[in-house]
């Protein structure tokens, strides 16, 4: 496989690369409960109570919103979004709105009741997350008895046809596994993969889930070379690869950051992100409760637009300051308290001309 095929969309919080990455079309991610059933190592959002959510009235007033502002695909997440009871009747009022609804599951949505239901509903496509094809790893990683669920969610959901993407969190912990989790995601049937690169905010913080460029290495080799007919798509890696991979990567847009650009969050309490690491980091830009959709993605995100001029250093000097743009502005306010910085993941003196 050619890197510039894996490299869908390289931003860590991107959830449908596999679908729409390197297209300029709107996804809106919807967290539509904290409530989680797991507590997964390395969940970015520390999912687990469900305090303050909205009503069914205020998501369809949002949702009609997102489609008014112009998106075309809307995601839904948590926490686990089958633990909300308005999950199936959103998904069906965002379907016959003309929005193409998916979402991530961690396995919960595998009860064939749930499942049906789903799918009835207007489901068009399901992200399932498994960690390792070794249970004992996976559910060390995600919570005793995830991954019996995660393979039980593929399973109903293949009988349903829809389809299903494996999204799976590298770490040091799993970068082994790339190749025996593509083996197992074919076994059982999946369409595609999604491994994403760990990212040190929420409970991966906390529990020291990082990723080593050693490591990173070692499971971006296993990707490309798979040869298989799975789909697959690395997201968060860029500061992984050599130079030349790097320049292969970019080609067709797909380094840039799509916060508040062609990607938007709406936060279980209504508030609006640029992205989702934005809203681990609290950096709201409104909430779509009182403020019209449109002016919030018209107005309120001039300072991430601003960032992608990048005029501070060393990206100024950076060959590839067009197609990089500084990288991930949530990483750089997470390191520097301030998203006018290089991403801190990269290794910028080699990339750096003059
Ligand atoms: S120096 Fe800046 S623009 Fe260049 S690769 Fe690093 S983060 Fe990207
Ligand atoms: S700030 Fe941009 S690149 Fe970073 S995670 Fe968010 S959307 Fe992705």
Not at 18 to 44: D, K, P, Q, W
Not at 260 to 286: E, P, R, S, T, W
Request: proline residues 4%; hydrophobic residues 40%; positive net charge.
């Amino acid at each position: 496989m050619d890197i510039s095929d894996l490299f869908a969309y390289d931003c860590p919080a991107y959830p449908l690369p596999h679908i729409s990455g390197g297209t300029s079309e709107f996804v809106a991610t919807v967290y539509l409960t904290n409530r989680c059933n797991m507590r997964c190592a390395a969940c970015y959002v520390s999912a687990g109570s469900g305090r303050g959510e909205l009503s069914i009235y205020q998501w369809k007033h949002i949702i009609r919103e997102l489609d008014e502002a112009g998106a075309r695909y809307i995601y839904f997440l948590g926490g686990e979004p089958t633990m909300s009871p308005h999950l199936p009747e959103l998904i069906k009022f965002s379907s016959e709105l003309g929005l193409s609804p998916s979402l991530s599951t961690n396995g919960l949505a595998g009860s064939s009741n749930i499942a049906r239901k789903l799918a009835e509903s207007g489901l068009e496509h399901v992200q399932v997350s498994l960690d390792s094809s070794n249970w004992m790893l996976n559910d060390e990683l995600r919570g005793a008895g995830s991954f019996r669920m995660a393979i039980k969610a593929v399973r109903e959901f293949r009988k349903l046809a829809i389809p299903i993407n494996i999204s799976t969190t590298v770490s040091d912990r799993n970068f082994n596994d790339v190749n025996g989790a593509l083996m197992f995601a074919e076994e059982i049937g999946a369409g595609g993969m999604n491994f994403i690169a760990v990212q040190s905010f929420g409970n991966a913080e906390i529990n020291h889930l990082s990723l080593s460029y050693r490591n990173a290495r070692v499971a971006i080799a296993q990707m490309l070379a798979y040869k298989g007919p799975l789909k697959i798509t690395a997201n968060g890696f860029r500061f992984y690869l050599k130079p030349d991979e790097f320049f292969r990567a970019s080609i067709g847009n797909k380094l840039t950051c799509p916060a508040g650009k062609n990607y938007i969050v709406v936060g279980a309490d209504g508030k609006v992100y640029g992205c989702d690491l934005l809203m681990v980091k609290g950096i709201a830009v409104g909430n779509a409760l009182s403020i019209d959709m449109r002016h919030i993605i018209e107005k309120r995100f001039s300072d991430l637009n601003e960032r992608k001029s990048v005029t501070f250093k060393p990206c100024s000097f950076c060959m590839f300051r067009a197609s990089c743009q500084g990288g991930c502005p949530a990483r750089a306010l997470n390191a520097f308290n301030t998203i006018y910085a290089n991403d801190p993941l990269c290794n910028w003196s080699t990339h750096i001309s003059n």
